[in-house]
């Protein structure tokens, strides 16, 4: 299956939070543990009323990945089938060097990203807000060159080409126990803006570090 949006397998829409929250349960899930799933171990029918907004890429160079599974949301975003072509397509230039170093964050990690996207409003458009989840996953290797994403939509309804801006991001490490032998695995540490880490709630904030960019937080565990 290479387009995670079959009639057979749909349900009821869920809420943009509500899919995000069930789409890392179920990675959650697939990890038994401190590891990092296998590609072969997600079952599209384990989470029926997601796969329109689920996704899966295969990391090309550092910083690159191509859609090896698009989804529904996708396809209405850019008005075309994504298969085959980068995530980053639905990025504007001006967000793309941000988001190609998050990208390679989760591979490299390993990490999970929570994105917030926007679109400028337009004639006659109130534009669009956008959230990404992104968790790493092992090919058949045990390499971690995939990633198992979802993505949530929410303004303009037409069905046209579509790039986001990055908003604000959040990163997390993900804790790897491999072979019996424990290891935190850090990403590059990235700098936020004073109001946001003033906003941010003391338990989070406690738990996360800066990052070079105003919009992204790195948090250092996730146990």
């Not at 789409?23 to 384990?46: C, F, H, I, K, Q």
């Not at 599974?69 to 089938?81: A, E, K, N, P, R």
């Not at 298969?83 to 390993?110: H, K």
């Not at 880490?197 to 948090?219: C, S």
Request: with cysteine; hydrophobic share 40%.
């Amino acid at each position: 299956m290479d387009t995670f949006d079959r009639e057979t397998l749909g349900a009821d829409r869920l809420n943009g939070a509500l899919v995000l929250e069930r789409m890392e349960d179920y990675w959650n899930g697939l990890r038994r543990g401190n590891t990092v799933p296998y590609r072969s171990e997600v079952d599209p029918r384990a989470v029926q009323q997601m796969l329109r907004h689920a996704f899966i890429l295969e990391r090309l160079a550092p910083g690159v990945g191509k859609l090896r599974v698009s989804c529904g949301v996708l396809t209405d975003i850019q008005g075309m089938d994504m298969r085959g072509m980068p995530i980053a397509a639905i990025i504007t230039e001006d967000s793309r060097e941000e988001f190609r170093e998050i990208l390679e964050q989760v591979f490299s990690g390993p990490a999970t990203a929570r994105i917030d996207l926007t679109t400028t409003r337009g004639f006659r458009s109130r534009g669009k807000r956008a959230s990404l989840l992104l968790m790493p996953l092992r090919s058949d290797t045990g390499e971690i060159n995939r990633i198992l994403g979802a993505i949530t939509v929410d303004g303009d309804g037409r069905k046209a080409p579509t790039r986001f801006d990055l908003a604000e991001s959040l990163i997390r490490e993900v804790h790897v126990d491999d072979d019996g032998l424990a290891e935190r695995l850090s990403v590059r540490p990235v700098t936020l803006a004073d109001r946001q880490n003033a906003m941010m709630p003391e338990d989070i904030r406690a738990n996360t570090v800066p990052t070079k960019h105003a919009h992204l937080r790195l948090v250092v565990s996730d146990t």
